[in-house]
């Protein structure tokens, strides 16, 4: 498998997908368990990512059993927050980051997505790694062809699991970009995908969920 990882001798980054938030212009719910092109976003994005790992979690909160009846779910590990109030994204990526120092800790890298973008970019985990210099600490940030940088999409080094935490807890630290800014945050720009579409398209509305289904049905078969 070309995992894409920092040098060839590392095992695959573990993979998170954030499914942690309200969805409150979705109505609630769980955005990635709507289908566009006849399979759930989630599936989507899964399928993508299991490209560049061999190990994907998924982070989300409150009740699991949403997810068991997922038969394509039984492999993915729930991981929910191990802070209290649901304080974002930065609480996903540190649970995950406390699960593969529990489960897998020779692994060195995380590579974390949001649940809502199912048009990732095919070198998406390649590129990441290839950005960041070996045995470094930096976290690799993908940049869509719009130039507008995408905190949720990173390469993130399990070695900030411990400030990570301190950001967390006696912070208060909500923002991703701020504390990737902090540790060397490396940006990595991505081109438009296939007919000019934005490979970092995130699904958060009725009217993004209908345009989402019009890219798939006008890419045919």
């Known amino acids: 498998m070309n995992s894409g990882v920092i040098d060839s001798n590392a095992p695959p980054p573990v993979a998170v997908i954030l499914a942690g938030g309200l969805a409150s ?12 092109g006849g399979a759930p976003i989630l599936r989507l994005v899964i399928d993508r990512v299991r490209c560049w790992t061999d190990t994907i979690l998924l982070s989300a909160n409150d009740d699991p059993t949403r997810f068991q009846t997922q038969d394509w779910l039984a492999c993915v590990p729930l991981v929910p927050d191990t802070v209290p109030d649901r304080p974002g994204p930065l609480a996903g990526i540190l649970a995950a980051m406390e699960w593969t120092a529990a489960h897998m800790p020779q692994r ?10 199912p048009f990732l970019p095919a070198g998406l985990g390649p590129a990441l790694a290839g950005a960041l210099t070996p045995g470094g600490a930096g ?8 130039g507008i940088r995408h905190p ?6 399990l070695s900030l699991r411990q400030a990570l935490q301190s950001a967390l807890l006696d912070e208060g ?3 991703v970009g701020v504390f990737a800014a902090r540790h060397g945050r490396v940006d990595v720009p991505f081109p438009a995908g296939p007919d000019g579409i934005d490979p970092f398209f995130n699904i958060n509305s009725p009217d993004d ?8 049905r006008s890419a045919g078969p």
């Open 139 to 146: 976290v690799a940030m993908a940049v869509g062809p719009d």
């Open 209 to 216: 969920l209908a345009r989402a289904v019009g890219i798939i």
């Open 108 to 117: 060195t890298h995380l590579l974390c997505v949001p649940c809502d973008t």
């Open 173 to 175: 630290l909500r923002k």
């Open 25 to 36: 212009r979705m109505g609630g719910g769980d955005k990635g368990l709507h289908s566009i």
């Open 152 to 157: 949720t999409v990173a390469l993130w080094p």
